[in-house]
């Protein structure tokens, strides 16, 4: 069975957006691609879905606008599944409604997958270890649990997509004009930063509880990513104490 990658910026979406709604389900769609045979899902949207305590619907015209913008982009991605929020009362279960929907993209991709999480006792106790996230495929009637692991190679794109902003924001400060909505700008992105690291610290941690057999080169490669990560924030310090 295709095994299922998530990149932590879908993940920290996910993970982020339930943990603000505990009053009511909320979900959206997963956006990604087959890649070496793994479900690879690269990002989320969060439509306008109408939620209520055990029940959440998207609207089809969301999905047919996402579609849309991601044939545009052109970069192979498409709606590979959806996600929802089960507030309070766990990940381990699909609906009868959830299963039918499951339904409905299975026969839009025939890969797709549905990922449940619970956010309670993350916001309660904080701890990323402990996540209650599952993702199901359907068969018949039956709803199968898939394994996932999160994509480490994603973090070299965050260093990469932070290097080139801290350069932009060097850029405009040579011009000087209003420098003091940059600077509101960059205390904004080095928060930002500060909290990605600490999330990403912690995907290892997950990492390495469930991926023993990685090899030793995979291990060194988790731990240079987190070098960079905080060399980066070391540099954006810097720079904010030279500004
Ligand atoms: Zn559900």
């Known amino acids: 069975m295709t095994k299922v990658k998530i990149s ?3 993940l920290i979406k996910i993970i982020d957006t339930a943990s603000r709604k ?23 949207e969060i439509p306008r879905s109408r939620g209520s305590k055990t029940f959440v619907e998207i609207d089809p015209l969301d999905m047919a606008i996402i579609a849309e913008k991601l044939d545009k982009e052109g970069k192979g991605e498409s709606i590979v ?12 279960f699909m609906s009868n409604l959830d299963i039918n929907t499951q339904k409905v993209y299975q026969s839009l991709f025939n890969k797709a997958v549905a990922l449940i999480i619970d956010p309670k006792s993350y916001v309660s106790e904080k701890n990323l270890r402990k996540i209650d996230l599952k993702i199901y495929r359907v068969t018949g009637e039956k709803y ?3 394994d996932w692991y999160i994509a480490v190679d994603d973090m070299w794109r965050v260093v990469e997509d932070g290097m080139k902003l801290i350069s932009e924001i060097r850029q405009e400060k040579v011009k000087v004009n209003d420098l003091m909505e940059r600077m509101s700008g960059v205390l904004e992105f080095k928060e930002e930063l500060m909290r990605l690291r600490k999330t990403i610290e912690d995907f290892l941690v997950i990492k390495r509880d469930f991926m023993q057999f990685q090899t030793s080169v995979e291990t060194f490669m988790m731990y240079s990513t987190l070098l960079s990560l905080l060399f980066f924030v070391f540099v954006i310090l810097i720079f904010l104490s030279l500004v």
């Open 8 to 10: 932590p910026i879908a």
């Open 22 to 44: 505990l009053d009511r389900e909320i979900g959206g769609f997963l956006i990604g691609k087959i890649e070496d045979g793994h479900l690879n899902i690269v990002d989320v």
């Open 81 to 92: 599944g959806w996600w929802h929020s089960h507030p309070g009362f766990g990940a381990d």
């Open 144 to 146: 199968k649990e898939m």
